[in-house]
């Protein structure tokens, strides 16, 4: 019988980990239902399988989520008033200075909160890259 090749990837890099015994008959168990080697279980479960992060609260971070529903809040203010400015402005048609000079420190401030937002976050969750411009 002659032997069979496969056109795959050659792959060099190996990856190990430690489980329990019950672990270890788990996966193997998993491996034989599915008939797939150890190998393909693993490539098909990190780059074909979703991980959704899990967030565990704690004293710290029960603080961090009322300090960003705060932000939050002040977010649909700001949103409400730039809002109320632009009605105003549309129903009038008349651009006065003042109303435009509220209107851009309206938005100024809301793209400050905004910052401060992805700052408190990032820095909870060890993100610097989350809130740097």
């Known amino acids: 019988m ?3 090749t496969y056109n795959t990837p050659k792959r060099k890099c190996v990856v190990k980990t430690r489980l329990t015994e019950d672990e270890r ?3 193997e ?3 034989a239902i599915l008939s797939m080697s150890q ?3 693993i490539r098909q479960a990190i ?3 979703r991980i959704s992060p899990v967030i565990r609260v704690t004293a710290h971070s029960e603080e961090m989520l009322t300090a960003v529903s705060s932000l939050v809040a002040q977010y649909g203010k ?3 008033n730039l809002n109320q400015i632009a009605r105003y402005l549309n129903e009038y048609g008349a651009p006065y200075n003042a109303l435009s000079s509220e209107v851009r420190a309206a938005v100024s401030d809301l793209a400050a909160l ?3 937002v992805l700052k408190v976050i990032g820095e909870a969750y060890g993100n610097d890259q989350a809130y740097q411009l």
């Open 114 to 116: 905004k910052f401060e």
């Open 2 to 4: 002659p032997h069979r």
């Open 39 to 41: 190998s393909e279980y």
């Open 29 to 31: 168990d998993k491996c």
């Open 25 to 27: 008959r788990a996966f």
């Open 47 to 49: 780059f074909y399988s």
């Open 78 to 80: 700001i949103g409400s």
